[in-house]
């Protein structure tokens, strides 16, 4: 119950536990579901950072929903669901999402889904500038690195979160609710950005200002309903005693501070963004939940030391479905990247695992993680280097553990599972020093192995 404090795990009983959940890879590792598991115990779910390049899928009683910037908690009727300041909005992707959960019977409406007056607005020509960089830069070679692009979605993130930094070409969405500034901004802005596209090689037809104000302004209409203050709303839901469950899109390794720069995101995805996206202080987090795939996935550029680029890496990539949520991209495959992990989850101050996609595992005669890496010069490290250059070169260092047959997985608890699978997990755990809560045997919400103190919370 909201106010009460849920079990004796928890140093302090009279307060309400809040939780984060966070990729500690480069994304898709389950995030989606996770939340949507931990919903029912929690009150109010709040996106932080990014945009629609995030795609979190939730299968739940056989249907299967893919959300980019709704919160998964949405499929709860009785959840408030927030999109907080830290994050860069589509709106007509949302009002497209939106309308998408309404025609399968899903509630969205004002009071159950919330958007910060302050959350950064991408515009048509971020999507442009995106793709025409990442074009122009895909015909650019450095040495053996190969292309400079970095692979993005093309949702316009980075040049909407530049915008975001550059403060005068910015718009936010409550400018969306003001039609005099919004046109007044509007003519500004085109004659710029029709300026800074044609640099790019984009032939455009120059942006018509008022055309686009119009298009906002009524955008900003059937919007209005859920944009406000975000920040206030979060602080008096604490204060009421409800519990907060953050929603990290993309992956504390895409960071853009502390990712493998520069292929990363353009936000602070680890959980260091909880704080700046949503103006909830970090102390409020007492539980932070790491999303970890039993393997590692990667998509678009950059470095991956466990890469598998043969028949292994194959037979994961079917085995897992590893294919984009968002641009149904082919994911990038390879073992557990245990170096990797526990830099994210120092990062994050995981207090918990959630392994997903174990189940894919089965079937492999033996598995490996990777536990160390031998840097260029034969010296062995355990330490990440968020880097994409740093990392050149380095090349893990594996133990290898037997695999198990079965591939059918009983849905009941971690005990229950065939005893090398349990090897698997309690070897994480050794590596790790944090313990795993959840164990994801399949995509439904059900297929879920917990245990304390996540059954409780
Ligand atoms: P997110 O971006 O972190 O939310 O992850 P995605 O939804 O992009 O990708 C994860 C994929 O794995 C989705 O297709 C999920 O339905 C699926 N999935 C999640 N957990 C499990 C699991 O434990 N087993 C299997 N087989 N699939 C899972
Ligand atoms: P979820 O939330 C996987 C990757 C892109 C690209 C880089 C930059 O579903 O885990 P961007 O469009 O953000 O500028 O792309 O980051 N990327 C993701 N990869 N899952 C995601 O989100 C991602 N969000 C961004 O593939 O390499
Ligand atoms: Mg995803």
Redesign the pocket.
């Known amino acids: 119950m909201p106010g009460q404090s849920c079990c004796s795990n928890h140093a302090s009983p009279s307060r309400t536990t809040h939780t984060a959940v966070v ?1 500690l890879q480069w ?7 996770i939340v949507d598991v931990l919903t029912a115990r929690h009150d109010v779910i709040v996106r932080y950072n990014g945009g629609a390049n ?4 939730v ?1 739940a009683e056989g249907q299967k929903y893919a959300l980019h910037l709704i919160p998964s908690g949405i499929l709860y009727p009785d959840k408030t669901c927030v999109i907080g300041n830290g994050t860069v909005v589509d709106p007509e992707k949302v009002l497209e999402e939106m309308e998408k959960l309404r025609s399968r019977g899903i509630r969205v409406d004002g009071r159950n889904l919330l958007i910060s007056d302050r959350a950064h607005v991408v515009m048509p020509w971020h999507k442009d500038q995106d793709a025409a960089l990442e074009e122009y830069l895909s015909g650019v070679t450095a040495g053996q690195r190969g292309s400079l692009a970095i692979g993005t979605t093309r949702r316009g993130i980075g040049p909407a979160y530049s915008d975001k930094v550059r403060r005068s070409t910015a718009i936010r969405m409550r400018d969306l609710l003001d039609p005099a500034y919004l046109r007044e901004r509007m003519h500004v802005i085109c004659r710029l950005r029709t300026a800074e596209l044609e640099a790019l090689g984009v032939a455009v037809a120059p942006l018509d200002p008022d055309a686009m104000a119009a298009r906002y302004t009524e955008i900003g209409q059937r919007l209005a309903p859920h944009v406000t203050d975000t920040v206030y709303f979060l602080h008096d839901s604490i204060a009421a005693g409800r519990s907060l469950l953050f929603e990290g899109a993309n992956a504390a390794l895409l960071d853009i501070d502390h990712g493998t720069y520069p292929y990363v995101t353009s936000s602070n995805c680890s959980a260091l963004g909880i704080p700046a996206g949503t103006g909830v202080p970090g102390g409020n987090v007492g539980r932070v939940l790491g ?1 970890m795939k039993a393997y590692s996935t990667r998509v678009g550029g950059g470095p991956f030391p466990t890469e598998l680029l043969d028949d292994t890496g194959n037979r994961i990539r079917e085995r ?2 590893e294919y ?2 968002t641009t149904g991209r082919p994911r990038r495959c390879g073992w557990l990247d245990l170096v990797a992990v526990r830099y994210s989850s120092m990062l994050c101050g995981a207090t918990g695992i959630a392994c ?5 595992l089965a079937g492999f005669d033996e598995l490996k993680i990777c536990v160390a890496y031998r840097r260029p010069d034969g010296s062995m490290t355990d330490r990440f280097v968020p880097d994409a250059r740093g990392l050149e070169g380095y090349e893990p260092v594996y133990e290898t553990l037997p695999g198990w047959p079965e591939t059918a997985l009983p849905a009941s608890d971690r005990a229950a599972l065939p005893g090398n699978a349990q090897a698997y997990l309690a070897r994480i755990e050794q590596h790790l020093g944090i313990p795993i809560e959840m164990v ?4 439904d919400r059900s ?1 879920t192995l917990v245990r304390q103190p996540a059954a409780c919370c």
Do not use: Y
């Open positions: 990729g994304g898709d590792e389950g995030k989606g579901k995030a795609g979190h899928t299968v999303i897992g479905r984009g949520t997903t996609l174990f189940d894919v994801g045997i399949g995509p297929q």
